[in-house]
């Protein structure tokens, strides 16, 4: 953000945090869709779409060319993954969850142990 968009360090420090903010914080209003308006899976396969546009949107705004060193790419980008982000990680616990019978608890804790593993070594 420094190089490519002239952001002062201040500033870069500050946009990073209100993403990682924003993409911890919207898992609220993901669980709330979910719960109360489209379930689990239709919030999934919906807000996975956000998601993607905003990978998309972010690798195509990293293109010079195409950028020209403006800042909103980045931040509709951001604001995309985070939105996206929000509705997937309630989901897709309940959703490896909802797997498993009441006779499957070893099961559940060796995938669970995995999927949590998997997630924190990509991050």
């Known amino acids: 953000m420094k190089n490519s968009l002239g952001f002062k360090e201040d500033t870069a420090t500050a946009v990073f945090h209100t ?13 709330i ?20 546009a905003g990978g998309g949107l972010l690798s195509i705004t990293a293109i010079r060319a195409v950028n020209h060193g403006h800042w909103w790419g980045l931040a509709i980008s951001l604001l995309l993954i985070s939105v996206g982000t929000g509705g997937i990680k309630p989901c897709v616990s309940a959703f490896l969850g909802d797997q498993f019978g009441t006779g499957q608890q070893k ?17």
């Open 107 to 123: 099961q559940f804790d060796n995938v669970f142990f995995i999927f949590y593993f998997a997630i924190n070594l990509g991050s």
């Open 19 to 31: 993403f990682v903010f924003a993409a911890y914080f919207m898992p609220l209003f993901g669980g």
């Open 33 to 52: 869709l979910a719960d109360s308006y489209w379930g689990k899976y239709k919030t999934i396969l919906r807000i996975s779409l956000i998601y993607c």
